[in-house]
């Protein structure tokens, strides 16, 4: 079974700066990785997404994420963010086989202030 | 383009009161989710169909049971609602072939408050 802990439950930073929101996993098995934004009282949206190749994938709206297999992490980064960032962000995994059930971290409330 | 559809929006429930939650979707995919989101403990996984006429459980079944007569619509059902099952309930799908790619498809939620 697989597991997810982000390890910031609210991140605020000023507009402009950069943040990087953090993402551990425990799995025995391959995974696939994921980030999604949820924006005040919508559903949630894929931001990018982890599936093999490169460590480095880019998502929408300037973020990307950097997949560290030795220390089992999923990291968020955007260089600068804007007031329409603020959002809870959630970091999800599935394992590559089976019924592709995605399994959700706490999430992280990333508050942007000007 | 619907996407993901949910009704209700928002429902205020008595305990002890039954309801169903209808999830429709119209991009003809074969997996479907239930999920519950309640604060600081993410999305965690109520029941599941891999395509009609089947479903499973997930993390947290109990109190709760599902139907999937139709592919495209997934019903969640509260057959005696308690306080502890007042949530936001998040449906969503995600197509068999590609799945990974496309990730899931989530609707906008339904607000559940157990009185």
């Known amino acids: 079974a697989q597991s997810v802990t982000q390890l910031d439950s609210q991140v605020p930073v000023f507009e402009e700066a950069p943040v990087e929101l953090r993402c551990n996993y425990s799995s025995s098995v391959s995974v696939y990785l994921f980030w999604y934004v949820q924006y005040p009282n919508q559903g949630l949206q894929l931001l990018l997404k982890?599936?093999?190749?490169?460590?480095l994938v880019k998502g929408i709206n300037g973020f990307e994420a950097e997949f560290n297999k030795s220390q089992t992490s999923f990291h968020l980064r955007k260089p600068s963010v804007h007031i329409s960032d603020t959002a809870e962000y959630f970091c999800?995994?599935?394992?590559?086989?089976?019924?592709?059930?995605?399994?959700f971290g706490q999430g992280t409330r990333l508050t942007i202030n000007p | 383009n619907a996407g993901v559809t949910q009704t209700p929006k928002f429902r205020v429930l008595k305990t002890g009161q039954s309801m169903t939650l209808l999830c429709a979707q119209d991009?003809?995919?074969?997996?479907m989710y239930w999920y519950r989101q309640d604060p600081g403990m993410g999305l965690r996984l109520i029941h599941y169909s891999v395509g009609e006429g089947t479903t499973a459980k997930g993390e947290v079944p109990d109190g709760y049971n599902v139907s999937r007569l139709k592919k495209q619509n997934f019903l969640l059902g509260l057959e005696s609602a308690a306080p502890s099952q007042t949530s936001v309930y998040f449906c969503?799908?995600?197509?068999?072939?590609?799945?990974?790619?496309?990730?899931?498809?989530f609707g906008s939620g339904t607000r559940l408050t157990v009185v």
């Open positions: 969503a799908s995600t197509p068999l072939l590609g799945w990974s790619i496309y990730g899931y498809t």
């Open positions: 999800a995994v599935s394992d590559q086989k089976g019924a592709q059930k995605l399994v």
């Open positions: 982890y599936l093999s190749g490169s460590t």
């Open positions: 991009m003809n995919h074969e997996y």
